[in-house]
């Protein structure tokens, strides 16, 4: 599907109310529990790629963290996150809308500290969009930085929202990452849906050497 038209799909996608999205998840423990292994200072810089609707970002702010960015390449989806995080918190979340395999602002943040991605990377079928997305994680990750990454397992899912998917087990992740990441932890996670169906997803958190 070509960039416009995925745009186009996940504008559709987060008209519908957020508990009646496949990935949707009240609390985001297993991601905050990654996070705790970071023992980051609460002013490390956070980006939430394919960030949606989610929940994470509130957590986060429950938390003490003061520098969190989040990205989509839906305006809408973006649009509707920055709108409840400022009622609820009064907190200015900044929102990229970008494409992480082509991008045009992420590219140019200063040196992160933590890359959160749930649910994205199994989007990128082609191998250029897997390199694009692996390129701009080494680019914007800072030395000693972490990269939290959540995907779906090899026993995954096939699809999601009507997309096929490319599934993924530690291995592959380090592989793509090279080997001036290191896994630090990872583990086996079966998510269930808000429709009760049953999601394995594998979670690693690395970190840049």
């Known amino acids: 599907m070509e960039a416009h038209n995925l745009k186009q799909h996940w504008d559709t996608v987060y008209q519908k109310e957020d ?21 980051l200072s609460k ?15 509130e957590a986060l702010l429950d938390k003490g963290f003061t520098n969190i960015i989040a990205n989509d390449l839906s305006n809408f989806a973006l649009r509707k996150l920055k709108d409840r995080v400022q009622k609820s918190h009064h ?3 900044k929102g990229l809308v970008d494409d992480l395999t082509n991008p045009k602002k ?3 943040l200063l040196p992160i ?12 079928l082609k191998e250029e969009e897997q390199k694009a997305y692996f390129n701009l994680v080494k680019k914007i990750v800072s030395k000693k930085g972490f990269v939290i990454i959540a995907v779906f397992s ?37 998510f269930i849906n808000p429709f009760g169906g049953e999601r394995p997803y594998v979670y690693t958190l690395f970190q840049r050497q």
């Open 113 to 124: 500290d933590l890359w959160i991605d749930r649910a994205v990377l199994h989007f990128f």
């Open 91 to 93: 907190y200015h979340l």
């Open 19 to 39: 508990e009646h999205l496949g990935w949707f998840e009240p609390n985001p423990e297993q991601t905050l529990a990654l996070i705790a292994e970071t023992n």
């Open 154 to 190: 090899l026993d995954g899912a096939e699809k999601c929202s009507g997309l096929p998917l490319q599934r993924y087990n530690p291995e592959m992740l380090q592989n793509k990452l090279g080997l001036d990441f290191k896994l630090i932890k990872t583990f086996n996670f079966t």
């Open 43 to 57: 002013d490390a810089t956070i980006l939430n790629v394919g960030a949606g609707t989610t929940t994470l970002i």
């Open 106 to 108: 992420l590219n140019k």
